[in-house]
């Protein structure tokens, strides 16, 4: 396969000549021809080796139903009888392929008591649907086979009470399209009247309230059905939605430079590119918001498809076929230029973009702190009742809260995440959806033995543990963009702070974990990143890779260097490990120790991607760690940087700047206040460069910065009034939210 990023730029170039139209009809035909010419040969292999699923029972095969669904589209575009003709054949013998199911599994099943549906997989349903109502009038469909097509599904509309699965999220969405284009074709059957109260009942949820789901295979299914279902049923006023407006920004600004959305929860690396539902997504929103970033999202999202190097499906037609239909092409694409920034929110999106542009040669890397939060409890608690979910974050989630799904510099790939499952329900230890899968700082509450590997020590049986996040802070100041966020797990008794920073100049992360105690215990912390090959290591260093995933090659010209400064105690060390269904590496730096409720413990890891050969002694150099006033209460890193040095604080303890007594405001500079080299300032964030000429700093929830003893700034002296103990009005000074400067050098 071509290297992604130098194809992807010509694929661009080369389409912008072509109205985004054209484009889709194109594909759309060839993957009609193609699919019809394959029909034959995939319904044979399917007969030979298709068998009753433990979980689904019958599984008829997708490839027909989108094959017609494809052609009878082509059909009401083009008046083309072929197409009605062959989308005809295809409908009426759809339910032929049950004879195929043994009579003893139909009988084994209490839900086939009524007959085997035709259509048992909801997801064919609306697909199914949609070609008959395109092609009915066509002519190409006699009595007998209207009586056929409609017996057969009016039999799989039933079928879905048997298991009506409600909530926010895909299948449950699926399941109310299936039901609205049900009602559609037969709105005189006896039994539209229940099939639009079911389907009613499912999409109220998801017309009103947030998915619950966070699983980038799973949110373009959920879209996708649900503005399919608005269509279906007239429900315009889901564009009129916050909600909706909100979910078109959301996966617009989380865009990687592979041109697509990126792989978190459930996902694998192609989810983003997943039946293409995200093309048609984006298609809507523009068309509705006259919204060119979303017209561009549309095209870009097709255009890195084809980097795949792989033909279209008629599955990804089908999906095509409703981009074709929604597309407005006054609408003219514009790449976005917003930078590093919060997607979108702290309370339903929950993960940070740092970026230094939209091409494919950008740096870019996803922050996911999302928990299972407080909404949609509801639906967590039905699917948590009724479905095997316990190794999973509901719904469709892993346990990768404070997590780096992806990094990407220059079109390479320098982390990732770890994929779906590689068998019900989630495969050995909870694979792939547990903590340790993920490039993040997890927890155990006992000691390793040395001796011990490390992944047999902290595999267990894969059910998920809950935990809460929050974002504590995120900036875009004057050299750097900076992210804290914490992780709290209250049953096991610690919480973590991760906070990143992204040195924008060079593109290089500094990442720091700090960690609290909350119950005293023995516990084994561990700081872990993932990567396909390991170039090389000493004893604070591993340099990484990863050229492909899965087949999907990128460019190899570049690793990522993991520096860890901060040594003391802990041991650094890698092992094998499966992820993405391929041989990877787990590189994890660990600590056990006996802790009390208030210890205070931390990682530090420096992320430098850069050329690979280049000299790796000179770049380990470039960051370290000084001393600070206030050890594991604060850490200092210095990085060099050419004609200037630049200095990193950040607390490890927010609470140490904090009066005992019950005074307001409660800020003491003297408690909070840490020397950092040359710099003294009691911020809770600070970055500063020197050089002979001058200095430049930024400093986050901060009363002072001081240079060499010099103030920079100092918050100023006011009256408070109204303290709780009914002492007199006091003297005091709050914080200021955040400050910078660039201040000569004397």
Known sequence: MKKFTLALLILILMSTALSQKSVYLNAIKDAAERGWRDNPRIIEQWKKTTKPNILWGYDSPAHPVYLASTLAFLYEETKNMDYAKRAAELLAMYGDLRDVYPEANVKARIEYEDGLPALANFFFMPPYIRAYLRIRGSGMIDEAARKKIEMDLAGSADFIFRFPEWGTHNRAMLRAEALQYAVLAMPDHPHAVKWRKLADAIAGDNLKQWEAEDASTYHPVWLESLYSYADAAGKNELFESPLTRYYQQYFLKLIGPHGTIPEFGDARWTSGWEALRMVPFFEKG????????????????????????????????????????????????????????????????????????????????????????????????????????????????????????????????????ADYRNELPSGPYGAWRQDYFHNRIIARPEKRDKRQPFLEFVRNSGAYRAVRTHKVDFLNLNEVDMSRTRLIDQDMGYQTDRVITFIKEEGWFVVVDAIKILRSGYFTFANLWHAQHILNKGKDYVDVATDSIQGVKFLTDRSLLLVFPETYAKTLGDEPISRSHQQENVIYQTISGQYKAGDTELFVTVLIPHGRGQNLDDLRSKAKLIDVSAPYKAVGVQIARGDRTSVLGVKVDLEMEIAR????????????????????????????????????YSASNVLKVLFKGKPFMEALPNTHGLQLDGAPDRIGYTKWRYWGDTVENK
């Open 286 to 417: 523009a068309a509705v918001y006259k919204d060119p970033q979303l017209k561009w999202a549309a095209w870009t999202v097709l255009e890195s498809y084809k980097t795949l190097n792989r033909p279209i499906s008629v599955g990804e037609a089908y999906h095509l076929s409703d981009a074709y239909r929604w597309a407005d092409e006054s609408v003219k694409p514009q790449q976005p230029t917003s930078l590093s920034q919060e997607v979108l929110e702290d309370l339903v999106g929950k993960k940070i973009v740092f970026r230094d542009g939209w091409t494919p040669m950008s740096t870019y890397m996803l922050l996911n702190y999302r928990d299972e939060g407080d909404g949609g409890w509801l639906t967590r608690e039905y699917l948590r009742q009724s479905i095997s979910v316990e190794e999973e974050k509901m719904h469709h989630g892993h346990a990768d809260e404070n997590s780096i799904p992806l990094l990407m510099s220059n079109g390479s790939v320098l982390l990732h995440d």
């Open 661 to 696: 007594e019950n005074i307001r405001p409660r800020y003491l500079y003297s408690l909070g206040k840490v020397v950092y080299g040359d710099f003294e300032t009691d911020a809770h964030y600070f970055f500063a460069s020197a050089s002979s000429r001058e200095v430049k």
